[in-house]
């Protein structure tokens, strides 16, 4: 199957800075590929997607490329708030008939004033 | 409902003790999930559903854990005999058609299971 590794944190930043969290994968052929959050609280939801090689997925001022020479999908906003304090995890198909998402073991991402 | 719900929230048992945890999805979505998220575990897969059908259990650790969905909706994990190793948050997630595919899954917030 699959497998995907990201970058271990805590990860503590003041505001305005800029952040990037690693993600790399192994996968038979070239899946989609996700950006998963979890706020304080509640429950995983998809931040953003990636289907093929290249794309860019965007959302909320973050960004991640699908990189299929060096395997990464690594996660960047430019200038993060207070309120993206919260878990971050990237994920991929577990197999390719896509049965279920793994998930890497998660960023946690504090932001200060 | 409006979003995946999942009961009991918490839930403190003995060890030895048969526990089970209920996920209802959300209205429609034919594909439903289960996890496990332990501290410095990440999300672990545990079995997925299509339908009331299982065609991937493969992620279940071993045979004192069961899940079953019926009318295509309500799923219950059932662990059998809690070890203190059980303890984790236990997460629901469903998805329309195959999202393992599209990545568009939703979760519910959890059960958090502690064995003493």
């Known amino acids: 199957g699959n497998s995907v590794t990201q970058m271990e944190g805590p990860v503590t930043l003041s505001e305005e800075a800029f952040l990037t969290i690693n993600c790399t994968y192994t996968?038979?052929?070239?899946?989609?590929l996700f950006w998963y959050v979890q706020y304080p609280g509640e429950g995983l939801q998809l931040l953003l997607k990636a289907t093929k090689a290249d794309d860019k997925g965007s959302n909320k001022g973050f960004e991640a490329t699908y990189r299929k020479e060096t395997t990464s999908f690594h996660l960047e906003k430019g200038s993060v708030q207070v309120s993206d304090s919260a878990v971050y995890f990237c994920a991929l198909p577990r197999n390719q008939a896509g049965t279920a998402l793994i998930f890497g073991k998660g960023t946690t991402l504090s932001v200060s004033s | 409902g409006a979003g995946v719900s999942q009961s009991p929230s918490n839930k403190v048992t003995e060890k030895g003790k048969d526990v089970e945890l209920r996920c209802d999805p959300i209205s429609g979505h034919t594909a439903l999930y289960w996890y496990r998220q332990s501290l410095g575990q990440g999300l672990e897969f545990l079995i997925y559903f299509q339908g009331n059908s299982a065609p991937d259990k493969s992620g279940l650790p071993s045979d004192r854990f069961s899940a079953e969905r019926t009318g295509g909706s309500v799923s219950t994990l059932t662990i059998q005999r809690t070890q203190q190793e059980d303890s984790a948050v236990y997460l629901c997630?469903?998805?329309?058609?195959?999202?393992?595919?599209?990545?568009?899954?939703?979760f519910g917030e959890g059960s958090r299971l502690t064995v003493l």
């Open positions: 997630a469903s998805s329309l058609g195959t999202g393992g595919i599209t990545g568009e899954l939703f």
């Open positions: 996968a038979t052929g070239y899946p989609s």
